[in-house]
């Protein structure tokens, strides 16, 4: 058991087994609630601080970071307690600050245009590890005067597949948005799958007021099992139906993302079809241009080409937007700074 994965109750017995005062007990259940570790809990006797560090503690410690000169996004590269490296990033919006989290070591899910997938999941992140890569940032990134918190905004659209780590994912989202933790809106959480068809009706139970959003990317089986072989196991028509239950079970609107990959979804044709696809849903489609990946033979498109594709969508009464690019300079896409990283480090 780790420090950081552990409930109240686990805290409690855990301190109390060095035999404590009460008074103890809560303060190190506060500081785990902070993601801070025993040798920092600067309220506990020495003896103490070093008797809690013969418990692994479960977190992460940055190791390396990188700003973007453009728009202010951070890139962070985090160092697991086992060695492993894992990204997350900071985007500063007008409304507050965006995080992106990776919920997994590397990812599974094989599609075809992802650096993430491209060597498997190692691992799958846990609860504490997750709750961690906050507080590092918020230590990293302290907020604004004036402001509680660095980070407003969760998305789960780092490396990793969050519904193929369905316990933990949804642990850290009760552990997240719980009052004694960062207190994160659920409203301000959104979650990005592949399409894991029955995971995705298990969350419309456990954790209804997260935003859904699906990674669609094609409007034909043929080009989606291309591209995603999860499509092979749930083809579109059930995943659409599985957004159809999130949107009447919660109605929240479901965001599909749809990256435009030159010559392969991006025709005039491909957005009508689309369209169709989706006509009666209570949805909005995120545009992306492909972030093209070396290791891949796919092609991006113009960002001027992704508008004319979001008026396609549009004049067919869907809404759209193209997403903004944070980061691009530093290597934002998912699971670009962790390999070169790894292929600098492995030589
Ligand atoms: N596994 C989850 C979340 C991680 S990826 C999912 O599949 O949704 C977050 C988003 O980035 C997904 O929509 C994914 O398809 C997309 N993505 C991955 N590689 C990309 C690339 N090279 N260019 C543009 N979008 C990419």
Redesign the pocket.
Known sequence: MYWMDMTEAEIADAVGAFGVPKFRIAQVQEWLHKGVRPSEMTNLPKDLRAKLDTIPFGGAVIFDKRVSPKDGTVKYLFALEDGNLVEGVLMRYSYGNTV?L??QVG?N?G?K????TLEGCVRSLRPGEMLSFIAEIERDEPPAEGKPRTVTNI??????????NYDNVVTFLKRVTSEQGPNISARNIS?????IVPKIYRLIEDAPHVTL?????AHSNEVRSEL?P?NKAYPIEQVLEAAKAYADRTGRRVVF???LIGGKNDSEADADALAARLKGLLCHV?L??????RE?G?D?VTRAYAHRFREWLEARHISATVRREMGADIEG????LRRRVLNEIRG
Request: charge should be negative; aromatic fraction near 4%; charged fraction near 10%.
């Open positions: 992106c990776s919920t990812c899910m599609c245009f992802c650096a993430s998305v789960l659209m780092g490396s990793g597949e969050p519904l193929d979650l990005s799958t592949c399409g959003s699906i990674s669609l990317h995603m999860i993302e749809y990256a995120n992306i241009p492909l972030n093209p990946v891949r796919l991006g896409a998912c699971g670009q």
